[in-house]
């Protein structure tokens, strides 16, 4: 499974110094952060639109479909910032072990 976000990374890297016509992702980045993070907002919301409309319904297609339109954008933000998807498989496997309540306190603990 991490074979693919590997091979996504380095393509979106790839993007960054490419000519904004030539593609979505070079368009992306050379329209900044903030045309990213509203992309990414934009897939938050249709994919909780599909879930509701797949919990209705029973067709998870369009949830998948809008899924990876999340995480699609997610990755590009990620590489927006200089981050690779490794540190979020990192931190998730980090989270293997912990109850959800024990990692949530831990967070609180070092916020505050």
């Given amino acids: 499974m991490s074979d693919t976000l590997s091979r996504l990374a380095e393509v979106l ?10 593609s ?10 903030n045309k990213i ?4 907002g934009e897939e938050s919301v249709e994919t909780i639109l599909a879930a509701k409309d797949a919990a209705a319904g029973g067709d998870m297609s369009a949830l998948v ?7 699609f ?3 590009v933000m990620l590489a927006a910032l200089g981050q ?3 540190a979020v498989l990192d931190e998730l496997e ?6 959800g309540h024990a ?3 831990a967070r609180a603990d070092t916020l505050s």
């Fill in 13 to 22: 890297e790839a993007r960054k110094g490419a000519a904004p016509d030539s």
């Fill in 94 to 99: 980090r989270r293997f072990g912990l109850s």
């Fill in 65 to 71: 479909y809008e899924t990876a339109d999340l995480w």
């Fill in 24 to 33: 979505y992702v070079a368009s992306l980045y050379h329209k900044g952060l």
């Fill in 73 to 75: 954008h997610s990755l």
């Fill in 103 to 105: 990692e949530k306190a």
């Fill in 37 to 40: 993070l509203e992309k990414v």
């Fill in 84 to 86: 690779h998807p490794q």
